[in-house]
């Protein structure tokens, strides 16, 4: 079953509005007429506007080569090539402009049309003031309407493109706050993480160092090994939920609660809760940023977290040394007992502890330090540098460096961690906030296309004059230079010469004689010339022909405007 599609009725009204505007145009243009036909003048030409007006939405190109038609039609007119249909057709040719957003295909209509008038005349053999219409006037009608129709359609993009502006950065308002609720939840979990989840492995460390006490019965251990199995529970039920907070696209690490312990207090609390630990601390701590020393604070978290998880009976050593620029932290467990629990293949790393290491990595990173994590002498080591002056910016990290030289290159989640030298130095990330959006470009490249059509739209007209001014003053002077008064003509006598004559002639004769008055009978042998009998540029005006034979005028006639 064939759908046609139905136009609206805001469409069906503009275009029955239009063509009424044009048929009235063309009737008075018809009641002017002296020697019109009701057929070919009238009713033929609102057929075409009745076909070429709703046709233009679709075919606006179509339209106005049916509409230039028309006006091609008023060259056969031998009172005048000038009719009402002119202004049919820069109706359309505005609408094509309006309509088409490209300019090649309309140019070339318009190409097409001037081209089809000026074979009109050709082949009709016209006078030259209808290759003067054809030359100025109908280029007039189809170019400046057109550029005019264009620098309407960009106006209107214009505007739409602000609009469309405005919603997106509505919409982007929306986005950032989105964004920032999502970084909030991330900040809460790496607090909980870092804070809570160490805190809980202590305890977990504590309960099970009592549960080897001699004093305890056996009710007392049973007890704590219950609490320490609820402990653990409760450890993995935190790093559940940090997994459903934790968004990494939206994390922005470095940011969240303050952190007002030190790492003496973080030390003293670790070894108060019987962990075999051993620090020391090379040269005197500089003044630092408080994001570099949370920074600090967390990496030796992390690594005391881990170690007490996956070795609790092993030693730790911690190292920080301070240089002028950067501070080294390094966190070293030993070997775990042959009867305790062994580091997997992965590190403390593995499994659901993965979350840990590659959170301070992204907090290290960011901050403009480096992080290696890998096995070292049967145990695990943690390294991080530090520098005094962040360098990379939040919410860009760094590209991540490795363990030393000839250590395996390991995927963790979805991120990778390769093997990277000691001191290789890390390049800044570029700076992302110097590129424009997408959305200023757009309205940028609006603007200039619209730019470019209003001066086509003001530089055309200016063109046009200087192509089509020149030229009509030329043919002015053409026209009015060979003018030959009829009194004098009246005193043109035959069988004088031409030199007692030369007073009464015009400067020069008139060089676009019509073919009727070229094919007149003249005398054998004679040379004629012609001129006009009126200055009057806007009308056919009657010729005088002066026929000469060796410089003597043989005879004298006058050639009616028009053919008889």
């Not at 959170?359 to 290290?364: N, S, W």
């Not at 890998?374 to 990290?397: D, E, I």
């Amino acid at each position: 079953m064939l759908h046609t599609r139905i136009p609206p009725v805001r469409s069906v009204c503009g275009d029955v509005a239009l063509w009424g505007v044009l048929a009235a145009a063309t009737g008075y243009g018809f009641r002017d007429a002296s020697a019109a036909s009701p057929a070919l003048d009238l009713l033929l030409p609102l057929a075409v506007l009745a076909v070429a007006v709703p046709l233009s939405r679709r075919r606006p190109g179509a339209a106005v080569v049916l509409v230039n038609g028309l006006c091609a039609l008023g060259m056969a007119d031998p009172a005048t090539p000038a009719n009402a249909h002119v202004l049919s057709l820069a109706a359309l040719s505005c609408l094509l402009g309006a309509r088409v957003a490209a300019a090649r295909r309309p140019l070339l209509v318009l190409a097409g049309c001037l081209a089809a008038d000026l074979v009109t005349c050709a082949v009709l053999r016209t006078q030259v003031v209808w290759w003067f219409y054809a030359l100025t006037v109908l280029p007039t009608a189809l170019l400046l309407p057109w550029l005019a129709g264009r620098h309407w359609r960009g106006r209107r993009e214009l505007v739409r493109e602000g609009w469309r502006l405005a919603r997106s950065l509505e919409e982007r308002q929306h986005l950032v706050a989105e964004r920032a609720r999502l970084t909030e939840r991330a900040d809460i979990a790496a607090d909980m993480h870092d804070s809570l989840g160490h805190a809980l492995s202590l305890v977990a460390l504590r309960a099970g160092a009592l549960e080897l006490s001699p004093d305890l019965t056996d009710r007392d251990r049973t007890d704590l090994a219950e609490l320490r199995g609820t402990i653990a529970d409760a450890v993995e039920q935190l790093r559940e939920t940090i997994a459903v907070l934790h968004d990494p696209t939206g994390t922005e690490p470095g940011a969240g609660l303050p952190v007002t312990d030190t790492v003496e207090d973080l030390l003293g609390r670790a070894v108060a809760s019987g962990v075999p630990v051993r620090w020391e601390r090379h040269r005197t701590m500089p003044a630092l940023p408080p994001l570099i020393e949370r920074g600090m604070y967390r990496a030796v978290q992390e690594a005391l977290t881990n170690a007490v998880k996956h070795a609790p009976d092993s030693a730790i050593r911690v190292r920080i040394t301070h240089e002028a620029d950067r501070t080294h932290v390094s966190v070293v467990n030993a070997a775990p007992p042959a009867d305790g629990p062994a580091h997997t293949a992965e590190g403390p790393a593995a499994g659901t502890g993965r979350r840990g290491l590659t959170g301070l990595r992204e907090r290290v990173t960011v901050l403009g330090g480096s992080l290696w994590t890998g096995p070292y002498q049967g145990g695990f080591r943690v390294t991080a540098v530090l520098p005094h002056k962040t360098t990379a910016r939040p919410g860009t990290p760094a590209p991540e460096p490795g363990t030393a030289p000839g250590t395996q290159t390991r995927t963790r989640g979805r991120r990778t961690e390769s093997a990277l030298p000691s001191g290789t130095a890390l390049r800044p990330a570029p700076d992302t906030d110097t590129v424009a959006p997408e959305s200023a470009k757009r309205l940028a490249s609006v603007r200039s296309a619209a730019r470019r059509r209003s001066v086509a739209a003001f530089a055309a007209p200016v063109v046009a004059a200087a192509f089509f001014v020149p030229a009509a003053v030329y043919l002015a002077w053409q026209l009015t230079t060979s003018v030959l008064p009829p009194s004098r003509f009246d005193e043109l006598t035959t069988g004088r010469p031409r030199a007692e004559l030369a007073p009464l002639l015009p400067a020069r004769a008139y060089p676009y004689p019509p073919d009727h008055a070229r094919s007149a009978p003249r005398p054998p042998g004679a040379r004629c010339e012609f001129y006009r009998s009126s200055r009057d540029l806007f009308h056919e005006v009657d010729l005088y022909r002066l026929c000469w034979s060796h410089n003597t005028l043989m005879a004298k006639d006058t050639v009616p405007a028009s053919q008889p």
